[in-house]
């Protein structure tokens, strides 16, 4: 048994904890195969409890001033950072990442987020006010949309859930939220923070069931103003129909494919170490990871040659000592679709340069995996995989590079490698993706949005974009004539 918060339950519905009326469900650590928690999950009839809180809130929050929902955003933001140990080793035991990336990645990120909107819940503006009919003030407000259905994955379950839920409260929204049935420890934790920085009760719920229940219930609850999603693709497309059944808006932030372009002037020691770390930031399984380095034929060799070095040099194992680099991956089962992935690619003609075998023992580890000459058909190349695993292939010329680069179904993520600035313009305009980094890789900024186009989806997390998911512009006509008589109703009728 690993030794960190272990809650009696995994739902909290309106301002309290809550056992599920589900079966019961262990969550286990993936780095020893111990279990952390055992929680009883939530089901449809839970939904619906949860959706009535969330409504029931809804008149209060939504009405509260700006400045009074600032306070409790800034209050759960201290909260969060107080509790940051706590929830760092939780998200390590529950998802077998490493605690140097919960400590200083995944928890400080979340308190940065939470403050961000904070501030920005005071800044909500419309546009012009003016009177555009001449007879007319018009003026926009921008409304909360009202009672947000939110499902999460496992992958970044706090930081994941805090991208959902805070520009939805500092909108004046109220949130039903699923974490990953996987994952749900620190969410409930941050909702449990969330009452005690004085959030009203039901503005916040979580509800841990499977997707096929509690997912489906969400998506598709008549009560849903708004639905917004994290996943892979194929989950995101499943909930935008069951959306459908109620015409409920939706965003998604699916997968991606992230290219990795080198052009030949590029500095190598920079790309070699930002392919290092872009790939296998949280053993791979995040969304704008880089997945496929293309290279300039000049540097290729050297490429390879430099991230089979670094990757061999990886620190992989115990994922809660901080001398570790990379931890096991989110279960056995997700471990094992890595690997069939890497033994298919080797079997179809690929060079696995380093990694591409399972280590024995307990735990769903899987080494640092360089796959290079790559067929731009190859399934490894086309799909995601979600693992620490970076393909590499060459290219002539830089038209081809940029036009592999943006060679994908996917639109999330890419960066582009090189010290001159008309490449550089170029691959940023040329490549479809909802970011694009120039010699640089993954780092990200609450003030930004995130997003994909294509198959990684559509809406934005994060930064004051994030706010159109959840806010309606509301146009208000006022007449400032005061004639009865209007000119306008001649169009309609002639009496006068
Ligand atoms: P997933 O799609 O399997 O699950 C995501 C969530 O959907 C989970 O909570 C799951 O329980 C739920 N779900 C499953 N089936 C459902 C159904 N039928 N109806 C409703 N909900 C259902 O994804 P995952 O394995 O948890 O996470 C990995 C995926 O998430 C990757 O594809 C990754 O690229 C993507 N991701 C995207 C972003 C982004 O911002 N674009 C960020 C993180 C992860």
Redesign the pocket.
């Known amino acids: 048994m690993t030794t960190t918060q272990t809650p009696t339950s995994a739902s909290w519905i309106a301002g309290a904890a809550t056992v599920g009326s589900g079966p019961r469900h262990n969550i286990v650590d993936p780095a020893t195969d111990t279990v952390v928690a055992t929680v009883d999950l939530a089901t449809a009839a839970d939904v619906d409890c949860a959706m009535r809180a969330a409504r029931a809130a809804f008149r209060d929050w939504s009405t509260a001033t700006p400045a009074e929902r600032s306070a409790v955003l800034h209050e759960l933001a201290r909260l969060v950072d107080r509790d940051a140990a706590q929830l760092a080793a939780t998200e390590t035991a529950q998802t077998g990442k490493s605690i140097r990336l919960a400590t200083e990645f995944d928890v400080p990120g979340s308190v940065d987020n939470i403050a961000f909107f904070a501030g920005a819940a005071r800044n909500l503006e419309g546009k012009a006010t003016a009177e555009y009919s001449g007879d007319h003030t018009s003026s926009i407000r921008r409304t909360p949309a009202g009672v947000v259905g939110s499902?999460?994955?496992?992958?970044?379950p706090l930081q994941?859930a805090v991208w959902k839920v805070a520009p939805a409260l500092a909108a004046g929204c109220t949130v039903v939220l699923?974490?990953?049935?996987l994952t749900p420890l620190t969410t409930v934790h941050l909702a449990r923070l969330a009452t005690e920085a004085g959030l009203p009760d039901g503005a916040f719920n979580v509800v841990t069931g499977?997707?096929?229940e509690v997912?489906?219930a969400?998506?598709g609850h008549a009560d849903a103003d708004v639905v917004t999603?994290?996943?892979?693709?194929?989950?995101?497309r499943?909930?935008m129909r069951?959306a459908a059944e109620h015409g409920t808006r939706v965003q998604l932030?699916?997968?991606?494919k992230a290219p990795f372009l080198v052009f030949d002037d590029a500095d190598l020691e920079a790309a070699v170490h930002g392919a290092v770390a872009a790939s296998l930031i949280n053993g791979g399984?995040?969304?704008t990871a880089a997945t496929r380095a293309i290279v300039a034929r000049p540097l290729y060799d050297d490429f390879v040659a430099g991230v089979a070095e670094l990757y061999r040099k990886v620190v992989v194992g115990d994922p809660t000592d901080p001398g570790t680099d990379m931890g096991s991956l989110i279960s056995r089962a997700h471990r094992d679709r890595v690997a069939g992935m890497v033994d298919r690619a080797r079997a179809a003609g690929a060079r696995i340069v380093t990694g591409g075998v399972v280590p024995d023992g307990v735990g769903a580890f899987y080494p640092p995996t360089l796959v290079a000459d790559v067929a731009e058909d190859a399934e490894i190349y086309r799909d995601?995989v979600?693992g620490p695993v970076l393909t590499v292939s060459s290219f002539d010329g830089d038209d081809d590079g940029i036009r592999r680069a943006d060679d994908t179904g996917y639109g999330?993520a890419a960066s582009a490698w090189t010290r001159d600035l008309y490449r550089a313009q170029q691959a940023q305009r040329e490549i479809a993706a909802g970011c694009v980094w120039i010699n640089d890789h993954i780092p990200i900024v609450s003030e930004m949005p995130?997003?994909?186009m294509r198959a990684?989806?559509f809406g934005k997390?994060m930064s004051a974009y994030s706010f159109e998911e959840y806010l309606v512009p509301k146009h208000v006509m006022s007449d400032i004539t005061g004639i009865a008589r209007k000119e306008w109703h001649r169009t309609v009728f002639r009496d006068s």
Do not use: R
Not at 229 to 236: A, Q
Not at 253 to 256: I, P, S
């Open positions: 499902i999460a994955p496992w992958n970044y994941m699923k974490p990953s049935e499977t997707g096929a997912g489906a969400i998506a999603f994290t996943g892979s693709t194929s989950v995101g499943t909930v069951q932030e699916l997968g991606g399984q995040d969304c995601e979600f999330l995130h997003g994909g990684s989806g997390d």
